[in-house]
């Protein structure tokens, strides 16, 4: 109907003309006239709408355009004229990035279903093996020696069973709701689909029903009507799959962050496993929902087409009111009416030549102006090339030149060493007569004078071997101190290095679940053994290593990140008993002390003065809250060795609250001081070896 409608809309202004003359001609000579001349009022008026509409949908709707250039000749042309240019990659793109973002789908779909079977089955054996290997027998509960490891084992052996048990009811229950998950997306998919393809029906008809004539629209519009509800509630109901998916996605997400908030489920792979089935389906719903909302999109452009059909057509019936106010439907008109129809009609069609003249002039025009363009791309590209052209011809003419230059050269250089050759043996033939006279006689004479100097270098020669001799065996001395402080130096950049270790030992922060010192007993071995190697430091190194004690050694020391966290706690405890002396305190002193540290907050006070020596202030003086607040400054400014010395000032019962806490960080400090001294010593060994 379109196609019919573009082809007579485009014949139709020749076959008017002709019309209009032939009515005016024979108005008065057939009674059959008023009728002609309706019929073509009314398929000029339908033809103009449904021009008007072609190409509204057209602009819309690319695959309708695609088809109505390949039917209709010359008709892409005059599209391209109103519309413009159009641009099919989109689709095409879109439509090749839907199938191969989904094909991957139905592969993962099993494999993840195999994977999570797999994870189930391994977990169920481990759960059936535990139970009998980690039960006693009965000789274990027979002898009483191994009671103890037997209870150690069989409550670890209870705990493995517990976190096996939650894993596996969480791989079961995972599996459930992922199960219930696919079950819903296969729906919410069928039923988007069927949206879709209810979408795509209504879309169809309802075009079809606006290419038909007005005569035969009873039926197809009831079919229209009957689409549009199958549509609605389709549509319907897939938006209401999608939500309960999208539900059932919160919730296992939901449920896979609880677990992996538990210690015990959140090393289980089948959380793995869950968010890579989430992520699928997550996947599958994004590329159904752009489907959906492409068959919407296309739904909406037929809406806005009907929408301008009709309006069309109004306006065209209320043209015709305008120029035939008192014509009524089923009733003839006169030649008058009938001639003012044709002239409107001829009117409206001219005006709509005029617009397709004036695009075609306009297109023409931008034509000319990118052919001009082009040209001049052309002329320039050309010059281009003949520019190059010409600069290789010209080094190809110099490069020939050139050539022809050298040639010329050789050629006379080779003719002038010809004569030089010739002038030179004449030359030569001459000086070596000359030569042979003064050879006898410089023969004579240097045999006289190289007995003389012969003597003369015997002499000299005795002389300075003795003084070589000399000299080397000097040489030899100062290698060999060398070497020994070369040896030093090198077991006193070991001896550094060691100390560098256990400082950064001392440095390193641990985790806070591991409270026990750190063993440096290595380290310090180490050191003593590098010690023992040195023979210039053995007096001072063994007198600073004989002052660590030797609980350090056996015991440990904490890192300076493990006292820093320690003094947190210590700092609690000594507020809450800041009011008890050395002598203790009653019950209601107690309850004083803690309720002074709940009232009392800490401030944020800095204490830098004091530090560099700026400012002095009466220790005797400060309470047990502002000597805290100062050891807390000075140790989140890395300064230890003041936090001690301000530690020292308690008093009381904070005073034995933080003796543990004192003395490991005296130690701690005496064996970084150790090191410290080890490493100057070793840094000067260095600095005297290297001058």
Known sequence: MFRAS???????PLLLRSNIINGQSSRKQSTDSGNTAKVVLTVGGVSAVTVGGTVLYAKYDDNFRSKLESSIPYSDRVLNSILGPKNESKPIETKQ???????PQVTDESLLKKKLERNMNTVNKNTSKEPST??????DKASPSTSATTKTESSQARKE???????????????KEIEKLEKQLKETLTAQQAAISSINEYTQKLSDALELEESSDANIWREVVASNEKREKEVENAVKKFS??????EKIKSGIENAKREKDTAG??????????????????????????????KHEVMEKYRDLFNKSREELENEIKAVIPNAKHGKKLTDEEVNLMIAHAHKKIEQLYKQIAKLEATEKLRFEEALNLQKEEDNRIADTKIALELAKRRSELENDYQKKVNSVKEELEEELRQQMK????????HLRERLEVQRFDLERQFELVHEEKLLEEKS????????????????????????????????ARELWLICQILKDSLKSKRTQSDKQPISLQKDINAIRETVKTMESTTSLASTVLETIPEQVVQNGVYTEDDLIERFKTVDKVCKRVALIGDEGGSIFRFFLSYLQSVLIFDTNNTFEDELNGKKEIDTSKLDTFDILARIRYCLNERNLEMSLRYANQLSGEPRRVAKDWISNMRAHLELRQVADVLQAQAASLTIRAVK
């Open 6 to 12: 573009l082809q007579q809309a485009l014949r139709k």
């Open 97 to 103: 990035a839907i199938k191969t973002s989904t094909s």
């Open 134 to 139: 980690s039960s006693p027998t009965p000789s």
């Open 161 to 175: 069973i517990e976190t096996t048990k939650k894993n596996v009811e969480l791989t079961a229950s995972l599996r």
């Open 244 to 249: 309960d998916t999208r539900l059932q996605v």
């Open 268 to 297: 289980s792979s089948a959380l793995g496993v869950a968010e890579e089935s989430l992520i699928r389906v997550l996947y599958q719903l994004d590329n159904s929902e752009k489907e959906m909302s492409k068959a919407q999109a």
């Open 422 to 429: 010739r002038q030179l043996a004449a030359h030569h033939d």
């Open 460 to 491: 000299i020669y005795a002389s300075e071997l003795k003084a070589s001799v000399a000299h080397l065996k000097h040489i030899e001395s100062v290698l060999k101190s060398r070497q020994q402080l070369d040896t030093e130096e090198r077991k």
